[in-house]
């Protein structure tokens, strides 16, 4: 047995990994991407959340897009970053729908510009709960930022509401910005 070897569960976890366990391969991959008791190896990071990825695993995949955007351990690639993003997105990954969102929004990652595309994203990522969506989205209601949106102040507050409550302490200055020029509104 492992523990008669003195082997770690680290190494249990390995070994699984390498012979295929598509959970093992993404938990070694983030015990080397932040090196929980091992030093961090970025490299190796990529090859096991690689493998995890080419079996779809959707979180593998979210990460990679994040190292292809940042340019971690990896050039910068934002093409291969929305690709990545696009498949987790389509397992319901918030973080990727979120990110794809923002690709939208500014024409990244060979993604049309797209206001429609982006709130979708937005959207799917706030339905999953994403504090930063709820935020996003408030402000795109709140300017009315987009020809296909008009400005909607009340539906802005609670995007911001939803924000704050899932723990975005930003959407408070947001919403404070909100209610002060409501305030003025109503003096003029």
């Known amino acids: 047995s492992f523990a008669e070897k003195g082997e770690t569960s680290f190494d249990m976890q390995l070994a699984l990994a390498e012979d295929g366990d598509i959970k093992n391969q993404f938990l070694v991959g983030m015990v080397f991407l932040n090196g929980n008791g091992r030093p961090k190896n970025v490299d ?6 690689k493998m995890a990825a080419d079996r779809n695993h959707p979180q593998a ?3 990679l897009g994040a190292m292809a955007d940042g340019g971690i351990g990896m ?5 291969l970053a929305q690709e990545y993003w696009m498949k987790a997105s389509q397992q319901g990954i918030p973080q990727a729908q979120f990110n794809l969102a923002l690709y939208y929004e500014a024409g990244k990652g060979g993604l049309e510009m797209s206001s429609i595309q982006s709130v979708k994203y937005y959207e799917m990522a706030a339905a999953r709960g994403y ?3 709820f935020a996003n989205l408030g402000v795109i209601y709140e300017q009315g930022r987009y020809n296909e949106i008009k400005s909607n102040i009340e539906l802005s507050i609670k995007c911001y509401q939803e924000a704050i409550n899932r723990g975005n302490i930003a959407a408070a200055a947001f919403i404070l910005d909100v ?10």
């Open 44 to 49: 190796e990071a990529i090859r096991f959340f």
């Open 61 to 63: 995949l979210s990460n």
């Open 75 to 79: 050039p910068k690639n934002e093409v």
């Open 131 to 133: 504090a930063k969506a």
């Open 179 to 188: 209610f002060m020029m409501k305030e003025e509104l109503a003096y003029q």
